[in-house]
């Protein structure tokens, strides 16, 4: 199934859509998008270069151009499935971070997304997170945002539709119990959907499906295509523990995947600024 893109919100053939009515200008559902948190609205300065060298990054990433003044993908703006997206259509040079399931709660990934103002997506599983909501609670109220990745992580298309909703919209109770929202965007566990995934999301209150085009491994990025990120890719990493990354810390996975998207002269986004 193809990706669903609205236009880009640039040039006359966006100016037409949107006089038009059929644009990008869908209702803004106020949970989980940036701005919403003390630590969205930002204090001002970017980190310095002693905190990346502190992470181990030889320099700081560039900061992160102004989002678009509306989101660039058509979320919500009429009846019928969600869009599917795994990349981002603009021309920056910017990828997004998504971190999947919830396994790994390490403490200085906290001190880490503080420090360096890491816009981190987190798509979380209510079966691997088990009783380690806090610590996400945590992580969002440095800037992360909290999206749903279903209750017990299924592979999604060998459920009947009631089965698929229940997955859905149980995780989007459960992530309004813990955190007072109802995620915006849906990540179906590795990446398989079909017609009733996307029917079940839209009844859950789902306005995107979000997959990726890059991968994090331990040491190194894989790509859907080519050898290399492309403007507005999304990238996607797990909360893993060092048993599953060859001993290697959550942070020190992180530290590798920052200095891959900057050896290719990218930055980090935030992909609620886009969807
Ligand atoms: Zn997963």
Same mark, same amino acid.
């Given at each position: 199934m193809r990706p669903r893109w609205c236009a880009p919100a640039v040039g006359l053939l966006a100016s037409a859509l949107l006089a038009s009515g059929a644009g990008c200008a869908g209702p803004v559902d106020p949970?989980?998008?940036?701005?919403?948190t003390e630590a969205h609205k930002g204090h001002g300065h970017a980190p310095s270069a002693a905190s990346y060298r502190r992470w181990g990054l030889p320099s700081p990433l560039a900061p992160a151009p102004k989002p678009p003044e509306r989101p660039t993908v058509r979320t919500g703006a009429r009846p019928g499935p969600p869009p599917v997206v795994? +990349?981002? =259509?603009?021309?920056?040079k910017v990828v997004f971070l998504t971190f999947d399931d919830g396994a790994e709660k390490d403490p200085r990934f906290v001190d880490m997304v503080r420090e360096l103002r890491l816009p981190v997506s987190m798509f979380l599983t209510d079966s691997i997170v088990g009783p380690g909501y806090a610590h996400f609670g945590r992580l969002r109220a440095v800037g992360a945002t909290v999206q749903n990745h279903t209750?017990?992580?299924? +592979?999604? =298309?060998?459920?009947?539709y009631a089965g698929q909703r229940a997955e859905i919209c149980g995780q989007q109770e459960k992530l309004k119990q813990h955190f007072g929202i109802r995620p915006r965007l849906f990540r179906p566990p590795y990446g398989a959907y079909n017609d009733d995934t996307l029917r079940a999301a839209a009844d859950c209150g789902v306005a995107a499906v979000v997959l990726w085009r890059a991968s994090m491994n331990i040491n190194d990025l894989s790509y859907f295509e080519g050898n290399h990120l492309r403007p507005g890719d999304i990238v996607l990493a797990h909360f893993r523990r060092p048993s599953e990354l060859n001993g290697a810390s959550l942070t020190e996975m992180t530290t590798r995947l920052l200095r891959r998207i900057q050896e290719q002269g990218f930055t980090v986004a935030r992909l609620e600024d886009y969807l």
């Open positions: 949970v989980e998008r940036p701005g919403t795994d +990349r981002i =259509p603009t021309r920056d209750l017990d992580h299924p +592979r999604l =298309p060998g459920l009947p």
